[in-house]
């Protein structure tokens, strides 16, 4: 992604850490010294409602975190595959988790990066990690920011929790990292 500025959507399910993932993308931009806002919303429920993140990258000030139509989007859930392919721009990213997204987008502009990410989780041994796993394989594909830049927010985030939490999580964000596939275009 080579632009000035990147519009990034994060959305799930409350309590699949689409908080979280905003938190570590924002915090690897500010590392990169670049500017960033973000914004997140909550469905009725907190967990098991729907949950979006807004997250904006740019070069230059950012003046609002709305978000109406984004660059790419990391979407956890069916609907919010649903909420958001519509708005994506033309020639956007979207990345699935395809172990809660049973369908591909509809539109034949976007690449899709796919992560089974529940799946990986599951084998890493703990399911909470589905979220970094999404991350590692968003980074990658994208090169929006640095895998060391994603390291360091991870190990910035979870250090004070317990040093456990930042090895698995580094775990998670390597194996989204290689065990995810790109398509480009979207193949229906």
Request: proline share 4%; net charge negative; glycine share 6%.
């Amino acid at each position: 992604m080579d632009r000035e500025q990147t519009k990034i959507i994060i959305a799930g399910f409350g309590g699949q850490g689409i908080v979280v993932i905003g938190n570590i993308i924002a915090r690897a931009a500010v590392i990169e010294d670049k500017n960033v806002v973000g914004m997140v919303s909550y469905g009725a429920e907190m967990r098991g409602g729907t949950a979006n993140a807004a997250v904006i990258i740019s070069t230059e000030e950012v003046a609002s975190p709305i978000i109406t139509h984004p660059d790419a989007a990391i979407i956890l859930n069916q609907p919010s595959l649903e909420r958001f392919e519509p708005e994506l721009e033309p020639d956007g990213t979207v990345l699935l988790n395809t172990s809660m997204v049973k369908r591909q987008p509809q539109r034949t502009d976007l690449t899709c990066i796919k992560v089974n990410a529940t799946q990986i989780a599951h084998d890493i041994g703990n399911l909470r990690v589905a979220n970094i796993v999404c991350v590692g394989a968003f980074i990658e594909h994208t090169k929006l920011l640095s895998m060391d830049s994603i390291e360091q927010a991870v190990k910035d985030l979870f250090s004070n929790k317990k040093a456990a939490l930042v090895e698995i999580n580094l775990k998670a964000l390597h194996a989204g990292a290689e065990l995810s596939s790109c398509l480009l275009p979207v193949q229906n």
